[in-house]
Structures are given as structure tokens and as C-alpha cells.
């Protein structure tokens, strides 16, 4: 069983930034993908960004520029760094673990609980 940890949500001004954390237990971290998606109110879940095992990153074409996902397989985490946040951005972010479906899908079969991003001045 995967246990998937986030942490480092909160409250941010508009044009601020934040680093979002997972941690997983298990000891199979290093051969999974990891992503994070995030949900806002009345709205459907949507994919953030994921990375490969080897590192290779994915970010929503939104979001290229101003998130940034990144993998420390010794650690078994990952983390999203995202700036230049804007109240748009509010949302439960969730971390999530699973495999790549082609080059540029991926398929998250286990999630975090989610943490609580809010953009707002």
C-alpha cells in the first residue's frame, strides 16, 4: 500500500509563490511515475504536471513556465514549485503515483489527500 503525503499548501498573495511536497513510503518509489493534479471548486480534476522515473518532466501546457515539478528518488518525494500564482490557481492540489501511457500521458493509479492551495490578496 501507498501512502502519499502532501504538504506545503496555504495562503498566497497574488504573484506569489510556493513549493508544494509529497512524500511516499514503500520501497518501489524509484520505478513510478509521479504527477500532481489539482481540483477547483466546480471544476473538473485536472493534470498539473507528472515526471518520469528518470526525471523527465511533463507540465500542463497552462502552466509551463510558472510550475515546475521535481523528483528526489533518495527521498521519495516530489515537489511542485509554482510562482507567479494568480487566484486561478486556487485549488486542492493532489499528489498522485502511476505510469506513463505514452510519451506524453500518464496514468495515476494511487493519490494523496490533497493540500489546500489558496491565491488571494
Known amino acids: 500500500q501507498v501512502l502519499l503525503v502532501e504538504s506545503g499548501g496555504g495562503l498566497v498573495q497574488p504573484g506569489g509563490s510556493l513549493r508544494l511536497s509529497c512524500a511516499a513510503s514503500?520501497?518501489?518509489?524509484?520505478?513510478?511515475?509521479m504527477g500532481w493534479h489539482r481540483q477547483a471548486p466546480g471544476k473538473q480534476r485536472e493534470l498539473v504536471a507528472w515526471i518520469t522515473k528518470t526525471g523527465n518532466a511533463h507540465h500542463a501546457h497552462s502552466m509551463k513556465g510558472r510550475f515546475t515539478i521535481s523528483r528526489d528518488n533518495a527521498k521519495k518525494e516530489v515537489y511542485l514549485q509554482m510562482t507567479s500564482l494568480q487566484p486561478e490557481d486556487t485549488a486542492v492540489y493532489y499528489c498522485n503515483q502511476g505510469v506513463p501511457i505514452s510519451d506524453d500521458t500518464y496514468s495515476p493509479s494511487h493519490w494523496g489527500q490533497g493540500t489546500q492551495v489558496t491565491v488571494s490578496s
Open positions: 514503500g520501497s518501489m518509489f524509484g520505478i513510478y511515475a
